[in-house]
């Protein structure tokens, strides 16, 4: 019988819509040449979700999420509410509840260096060339959820930042395991000369290691990860961190591949995966079909994985590669001779529609 995936498309905000549209019409593409059959449902969130109901994340967008085997997340945000510190309702509520209701812990942002876009990056090409790490970064605890305040004068304002262990255990065994699959190495991101939940990470990692006596396992602050990142970012196999940290070192290491614009990601835990490129809503470039859809189009690579269809989410992958190759880009990574959202969609589509299976 054909496999069937129930997909929730969450496109929100920004250039949510037109990346999430290329990354169909690839999906849609991967249908036919891999005989499988994806019911696709859109659901609101974000800005879009406010304006239509007042909810960044209205209850029908949860129960679609919940009755579907993926959620395929586009991006939110809106310049309304990032310029209006006192709004009461902001976008980025949407996407924080939505972790924290399908229990997203585990975000996984993988991170490469093209050969072919070594030149893209400010960074120096022979620090940079075949740089391959992970980031693992905590999504549903620490400052992001943590009791908020604001005193009744408006003058002070306090973020707790909370973790406990099996929160720190869930996460760490999913890094410890995919290290297994790589290239056995974890470096644990943290703090712990100054912040009491990072003692809390190191002693409960510390322990869990023994367990994975395969892995090397090392140890580093934050501070010097971030330079670390810079200078020799080809020592990082898998980084597992909390989620600030994971949020701000995963944007530092955007630069090493060139854009923010390719870069996927995979958010797991209890309930329904999402996958979700790692940039924002980008709302100077709505509407103009200049945004790079490739982040999404290998977030929707990810999902295929995810679902055991590795050989298609192989032939997403392959064909990003060879567009790359060809120079095929979208107007941040080519200034002189770019192609638009829209062509980027069709040449992966198309080469996925060429592209003679296996296993099928
Ligand atoms: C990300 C984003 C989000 C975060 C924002 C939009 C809330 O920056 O996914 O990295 O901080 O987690
Ligand atoms: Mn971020």
Same mark, same amino acid.
């Given at each position: 019988m054909k496999i069937q995936k129930r997909i929730a498309v969450l496109a929100g905000d920004g250039i949510g819509p037109e990346v999430i549209d290329q990354a169909i019409k690839v999906l849609k593409a991967v249908e036919k040449t891999f005989g499988v059959d994806f019911i696709f449902k859109k659901g609101l969130v974000g800005a879009a979700a406010i304006d239509a109901t007042?909810? *960044? #994340?209205p209850d029908e967008t949860i129960a679609l999420c919940e009755k579907s085997d993926a959620i395929l997340f586009g991006a939110i945000g809106d310049p309304k509410y990032d310029n209006d510190?006192?709004?009461?309702?902001? *976008?980025?509520q949407g996407l924080l509840k939505l972790r924290k209701t399908m229990g997203l812990f585990s975000n996984i942002r993988p991170v490469k260096a093209y050969d072919t876009l #070594? $030149?893209?990056? *400010? #960074?120096k090409a022979d620090n940079i060339k075949g740089v391959d790490f992970v980031v693992y970064r905590e999504l549903t605890g620490g400052i992001y959820f943590g009791k908020k305040t604001r005193s009744a004068d408006g003058q002070h304002a306090s973020d707790l930042c909370e973790y406990s262990a099996p929160e720190v255990e869930r996460i760490a065994n999913q890094a410890f395991m995919a290290a297994r699959l790589r290239r056995k190495k974890v470096t644990l991101v943290d703090k712990a000369n100054v912040l009491e939940t990072s003692r809390l990470w190191r002693d409960v990692v510390k322990k869990l290691a023994v367990s994975y006596p395969d892995i090397e396992l090392d140890f580093l602050f934050v501070d010097n990860a971030a330079m670390q990142m810079i200078l020799n970012p080809r020592q990082f196999d898998i980084i597992l961190t909390e989620n600030m940290f994971g949020d701000i070192i995963s944007d530092e290491a955007s630069v090493i591949t060139g854009s923010l614009g390719l870069l996927p990601s995979a958010s797991v835990g209890a309930k329904t995966a999402m996958f979700e490129p790692? $940039?924002?809503?980008?709302p100077q470039a709505a509407?103009?079909?200049?945004?790079?859809?490739m982040a999404t189009i290998l977030s929707a690579a990810m999902m295929l994985d995810y679902f055991g269809l590795h050989e298609a989410a192989e032939a997403i992958r392959k064909s990003v590669d060879v567009l790359l190759e060809q120079n095929i880009v979208t107007k941040e990574l080519n200034w002189e001779k770019y192609y638009s959202t829209t062509d980027i969609g069709n040449r992966v589509a198309e080469l996925i529609l060429k592209h003679n299976p296996v296993n099928t």
């Amino acid at each position: 019988m054909k496999i069937q995936k129930r997909i929730a498309v969450l496109a929100g905000d920004g250039i949510g819509p037109e990346v999430i549209d290329q990354a169909i019409k690839v999906l849609k593409a991967v249908e036919k040449t891999f005989g499988v059959d994806f019911i696709f449902k859109k659901g609101l969130v974000g800005a879009a979700a406010i304006d239509a109901t007042g909810n *960044p #994340l209205p209850d029908e967008t949860i129960a679609l999420c919940e009755k579907s085997d993926a959620i395929l997340f586009g991006a939110i945000g809106d310049p309304k509410y990032d310029n209006d510190p006192n709004a009461k309702v902001r *976008p980025e509520q949407g996407l924080l509840k939505l972790r924290k209701t399908m229990g997203l812990f585990s975000n996984i942002r993988p991170v490469k260096a093209y050969d072919t876009l #070594l $030149h893209i990056s *400010p #960074l120096k090409a022979d620090n940079i060339k075949g740089v391959d790490f992970v980031v693992y970064r905590e999504l549903t605890g620490g400052i992001y959820f943590g009791k908020k305040t604001r005193s009744a004068d408006g003058q002070h304002a306090s973020d707790l930042c909370e973790y406990s262990a099996p929160e720190v255990e869930r996460i760490a065994n999913q890094a410890f395991m995919a290290a297994r699959l790589r290239r056995k190495k974890v470096t644990l991101v943290d703090k712990a000369n100054v912040l009491e939940t990072s003692r809390l990470w190191r002693d409960v990692v510390k322990k869990l290691a023994v367990s994975y006596p395969d892995i090397e396992l090392d140890f580093l602050f934050v501070d010097n990860a971030a330079m670390q990142m810079i200078l020799n970012p080809r020592q990082f196999d898998i980084i597992l961190t909390e989620n600030m940290f994971g949020d701000i070192i995963s944007d530092e290491a955007s630069v090493i591949t060139g854009s923010l614009g390719l870069l996927p990601s995979a958010s797991v835990g209890a309930k329904t995966a999402m996958f979700e490129p790692i $940039h924002g809503s980008y709302p100077q470039a709505a509407g103009k079909n200049i945004a790079n859809p490739m982040a999404t189009i290998l977030s929707a690579a990810m999902m295929l994985d995810y679902f055991g269809l590795h050989e298609a989410a192989e032939a997403i992958r392959k064909s990003v590669d060879v567009l790359l190759e060809q120079n095929i880009v979208t107007k941040e990574l080519n200034w002189e001779k770019y192609y638009s959202t829209t062509d980027i969609g069709n040449r992966v589509a198309e080469l996925i529609l060429k592209h003679n299976p296996v296993n099928t």
